[in-house]
């Protein structure tokens, strides 16, 4: 089964389109985790044990475990989610040239996702493409301030850069594996673009921290019953001051946003 169906079956199964942000960043986590030979993995535990049943998937971004102890919390981690029968969509927004893109791409021997980089084109994304069974996300139009530095430039042709990425990324789609990374800040842009690309899933980031539209992400974030919107800091770190207890606070707010989401889908 590809991703995206496996991906609409957990969506149905948990009523949540909630990407939960493994965003383990060493200097926000619990002191008293600090005590174990791996404390990313520690706290990643904990925090999935709170918020698997509300979570569609689990996205840690790999930029925080690229060191030797990082990678192997991240192992772990992937490992346990998949036990709780949850998808781990790894943001690590990756392309190169050919070989080296073929090395990228054996992050997906144990995750079922992966966020990708546009830039250097079609030949720079084909070992992730041709893995079928894997969901490939391409970055479109992110959430970042600087977002429109060059993604809203204009072409020759009267279309945005980012309006021609969601058109190329429409046409790689061959295998049925590939979605948008369309940020929450720009609710105007989601809406459009799920006008240009009625088929193609969104993983839609920044709600929660970045303040980015949760009416607008809901609404179009979701292709054929697959499509996700992220949230990280705002769930994994919403127990900040809670001590030992931090996990429960996650819970309920990943609860409160698959909530908040469903009122709009
Ligand atoms: O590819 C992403 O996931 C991504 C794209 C984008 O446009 N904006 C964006 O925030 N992200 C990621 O989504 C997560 C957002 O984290 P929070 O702002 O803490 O919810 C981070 O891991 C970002 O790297």
Redesign the pocket.
């Known amino acids: 089964m590809n991703f995206f169906d496996r991906l609409a079956n957990r969506i149905a199964a948990t009523d949540s389109i909630v990407s939960v942000?493994l965003?383990a960043d060493i200097d926000r986590i619990p002191d008293h985790l600090h005590e174990y030979d791996l404390p990313r993995w520690a706290f990643n535990r904990r925090i999935i044990d709170a918020t698997h049943e509300h979570a569609a998937v689990y996205?840690p971004?790999v930029?925080f475990y690229e060191d030797a102890d990082g990678w192997a919390a991240l192992e772990e981690t992937i490992a346990y989610a998949h036990g709780k029968d949850v998808p781990v969509l790894l943001?690590a927004?990756r392309a190169d040239i050919g070989n080296t893109a073929r090395q990228y791409a054996k992050l997906l021997d144990s995750a079922d996702a992966i966020?990708v980089n546009p830039y250097m084109g079609r030949d720079s994304l084909d070992p992730f493409l041709s893995r079928e069974d894997k969901g490939v996300?391409i970055?479109c139009r992110?959430?970042?301030p600087g977002?429109s530095d060059m993604q809203n430039l204009e072409l020759a042709s009267g279309e945005t850069l980012y309006e021609w990425v969601a058109s190329l990324a429409d046409l790689w789609n061959g295998n049925g594996n590939v979605g948008l990374?369309v940020?929450a800040t720009t609710p105007d842009e989601l809406e459009e673009l799920r006008e240009r690309v009625p088929d193609l899933p969104f993983?839609v980031?920044?709600?929660?921290?970045?303040g980015g539209d949760v009416e607008a992400a809901a609404t179009y974030a979701l292709a054929d019953g697959a499509g996700l919107v992220?949230?990280?800091?705002?769930i994994i770190f919403a127990g900040e001051d809670a001590g030992e207890q931090f996990a429960e606070a996650s819970g309920q707010a990943a609860k409160r946003l698959k909530k908040r989401l469903n009122q709009y889908r």
């Open positions: 942000g965003d996205k971004n930029a943001d927004k966020t996300f970055l992110t959430s970042n977002g990374v940020g993983l980031p920044g709600v929660g921290a970045q992220n949230s990280s800091r705002g």
